[in-house]
């Protein structure tokens, strides 16, 4: 088994919260990375400034998932 292999079964065996908190902290150590080739990034970025420029526009993440009934 590899140091990798292993550290993967060992991160399995926590919470959902402890798994989530370890994969945000390992994804900030990686570096920035921008794509543009299908214009994902361009079309995030204009969603931003568009909920900058109107927070109103915006819909909770919890509202967002009753309206599609999860």
Aim: hydrophobic share 45%; net charge negative.
């Amino acid at each position: 088994m590899t140091h990798v292999q292993a550290l993967r079964k060992d991160a399995l065996t926590l919470s959902d919260t402890e798994r989530a908190v370890l994969a945000a902290d390992l994804l900030q150590t990686l570096p920035a990375v921008r794509s543009d080739e299908d214009e994902g990034v361009a079309e995030a970025l204009r969603r931003d400034a568009e909920l900058d420029a109107d927070p109103a526009a915006g819909i909770e993440w919890s509202a967002l998932k009753k309206k599609l009934g999860r």
